[in-house]
């Protein structure tokens, strides 16, 4: 069963905005977005607590990006707005239970397939 389901990448010019989803098949206890460019190390973009109103953003994207969960949808957003072509990367979303700031430990994160962002300057 796949438990982490993205959506919502594309390919944009420079300061636009784009809204990425993640849909759970099931409440975690955090929920995260990371990055991996091409060549580059995976890189936590932003986290959260499900059950709270903690966030944790990477410092890449503070204040130009808005994590979120829908609890009605089970979902989990990352609005990122005024785009550079540095944020060009796969974008993962990931979950778990055993959670340190927001993000999951690395031995209890379960991964969604991944979405595309590019952006062209």
């Known amino acids: 069963q796949v438990e982490l389901v993205e959506s919502g990448g594309g390919s944009v010019q420079a300061g636009a905005s784009l809204k990425l989803s993640c849909i759970a098949s099931?409440?975690?206890?955090?929920m995260v977005w990371f990055r991996q460019a091409p060549g580059k190390e995976r890189e936590g973009v932003a986290g959260l607590y499900v059950n709270e109103d903690s966030t944790t953003y990477a410092d890449s994207v503070k204040g130009r990006s808005y994590i979120a969960h829908d609890k009605n949808k089970n979902a989990l957003t990352l609005q990122m707005r005024s785009l550079k072509p540095e944020d060009t990367a796969m974008y993962y979303c990931?979950?778990?239970?055993?959670?340190?700031?927001?993000?999951?430990?690395?031995?209890?994160?379960?991964w969604g397939q991944g979405t595309q962002v590019t952006v062209s300057s």
């Open positions: 099931r409440r975690h206890t955090c």
């Open positions: 990931a979950a778990g239970e055993d959670c340190n700031g927001g993000f999951p430990t690395p031995g209890s994160r379960i």
